[in-house]
Antibody, heavy 118, light 107 residues
């Protein structure tokens, strides 16, 4: 069974940093491209970042470029999102997501809530 | 950035009826369009990719059509478990973008 389990969310002050993790199991993580997608409370879905299987190709949404960094450790079957200079508008549930196509999201985690507030 | 626009925002449908959801792209995305279903408190679920290819385990009552800038998700006979929010997403260009969603509610 495919599982993606996010962790690392919580309450952080504006301007602060947080590192999210996503532990993968049940599939060959090392050959899949992965993504982070977020959803603000009561709002729609927003794609944030993509990383190829070998970390050679990385993309970011303009809203997080320069502040967020995606990375992965295939030996640990893990995906990460380092977030810095956090703003109130970054408050959301953050999902890791991936699939065979790389740009569609067949697999999703349960999400981790990040709240940016003083 | 390609802007995805979904309509209507809310669709009221009786169980057993057909539902038709629309998604429009601000420029052509070829057939690179996916649909997702999301229920409250849950992660989204992939229904369709490539405009018309159902994902694994998705019932045949869900069908997708369209190409270029105009796309449709049809649910042939709504079941109770189909009442949810549906999102389209283009997977043709970076950045990947989602539509704002259509809520399918019980009439």
């Amino acid at each position: 069974e495919v599982q993606l389990v996010e962790s690392g969310g919580g309450l952080v002050q504006p301007g602060g940093s947080l590192r999210l993790s996503c532990a993968a199991s049940g599939f060959t993580f090392s050959i899949y491209s992965m993504n982070w997608v977020r959803q603000a409370p009561g709002k729609g879905l927003e794609w944030l970042s993509y990383i190829s299987s070998g970390s050679n190709t990385i993309y970011y949404a303009d809203s997080v470029k320069g502040r967020f960094t995606i990375s992965r450790d295939n030996a640990k079957n893990s995906l990460y999102l380092q977030m810095s200079s956090l703003r109130a508008e970054d408050t959301a549930v953050y999902y890791c997501a991936g699939g065979r196509g790389g740009t569609t999201f067949e697999y999703w985690g349960q999400g981790t809530l990040v709240t940016v507030s003083s | 950035e390609i802007v995805m626009t979904q309509s209507p925002a809310t669709l009221s449908v009786s169980p057993g009826e057909r539902a038709t959801l629309s998604c429009r792209a601000s420029q052509s995305v070829s057939s690179n369009l996916a649909w997702y279903q999301q229920k409250p408190g849950q992660a989204p679920r992939l229904l369709i990719s490539g405009a018309s290819t159902r994902a694994t385990g998705i019932p045949a009552r869900f069908s997708g059509s369209g190409a270029g800038t105009e796309f449709t998700l049809s649910i042939s006979s709504l079941q109770s478990e189909d009442f949810a929010v549906y999102y389209c997403q283009q997977h043709n260009n970076w950045p990947l973008t989602f539509g704002g969603g259509t809520k399918v509610e019980i009439k």
